[in-house]
């Protein structure tokens, strides 16, 4: 198992080994919460399969959403 030391900033290093082991590149987010029982736990966002054209409007999508339906996902979170 591999360990970090947190900083005076509250910063930790995600090891070598477990950043290999993902694929983790820098500019990643992560999402950070904590557990019931104390522990710290680090959360990977998913890599989006949509180009960044697309996500920015540069670019059509190839997959229609109607409006409705993204307003029930939104209202549903």
Do not use: D, N, W
Not at 15 to 36: D, F, I, K, N, S
């Amino acid at each position: 198992m591999a360990k970090s030391k947190v900083t005076a900033k509250f910063q930790v290093t995600i090891p070598r080994e477990v950043r290999e082991r993902v694929g983790m590149r820098p500019g990643e987010l992560v999402e950070v919460e904590a557990g019931q029982k104390g522990e710290v736990i680090i959360k990977r966002f998913g890599k989006s399969k949509v180009s960044l054209g697309t996500l920015i409007g540069q670019r059509t999508s190839k997959r229609h959403i109607p409006v409705k339906e993204l307003e029930e996902a939104v209202e549903s979170r």
